[in-house]
């Protein structure tokens, strides 16, 4: 891990129990505007997420695509493989904006959890795949830590989507 790496880690992991905790303290305070496994995070949450990812798995993610160009193809499959589960994910975990908190309400259901399911179950691979060092292995990691990378940062730009399309109808509705 870079020198660098440690405390940008720590500083982001601070960020994102504050962040957190800002939910958890505001959904406590109205706990009947939630059903059963929704919960209230702020979208700058959500959209820190990625962060992590593209910090530290982006620059493994670089080595392995700069291998070749079957690298980099492999790389574009793990991608277009993640943009249709990111999809899924974030319209089932999506419920609704709460715009003038700048949160969000998301939830956990068995769907969102099989989905999560099929995403770990790939992203495992990884770490079997990487101690192997054949062409075909190095190519199926490459694709899925481009999945595990683009899963995340599509979700939370589905979101984000969602989130903005339903403050707008909310600010114009107003109007």
């Known amino acids: 891990m870079p020198t660098l790496a440690l405390p940008v880690l720590i500083a982001f992991a601070i960020v994102m129990r504050i962040l957190r905790e800002r939910g958890r303290s505001a959904q406590a305070k109205n706990p009947e505007n939630y059903a059963k496994g929704e919960r209230l995070r ?15 798995v982006g620059p493994v993610l670089w080595n392995l695509m700069s291998r070749s160009a079957f690298h ?9 493989l ?18 003038a ?9 068995a769907a969102e959890y099989g ?19 054949s062409g ?3 190519l199926a990691l490459t694709a899925l830590i481009a999945l595990g990378v683009v899963e995340t940062v599509a979700r939370a730009y589905f979101i984000a989507q969602k ?3 339903e403050t707008a109808i909310v600010t114009d509705q107003g109007q």
């Open 42 to 56: 702020p979208l700058l949450m959500t959209l820190l997420d990625p962060a992590v990812g593209i910090i530290f």
């Open 72 to 80: 980099f193809v492999a790389a574009i499959i793990g991608a277009l």
């Open 115 to 133: 989905l999560l399911a099929i995403l770990v179950i790939l992203r495992s691979g990884e770490n079997s795949i990487g101690a192997i060092h």
């Open 101 to 109: 908190l700048k949160m969000i309400v998301l939830r956990r259901s």
């Open 136 to 138: 075909v292995a190095t």
């Open 163 to 165: 989130y903005q399309r």
């Open 82 to 99: 993640a943009i249709p589960i990111a999809y899924a994910r974030a319209k089932v975990m999506y419920v609704r904006a709460e715009p």
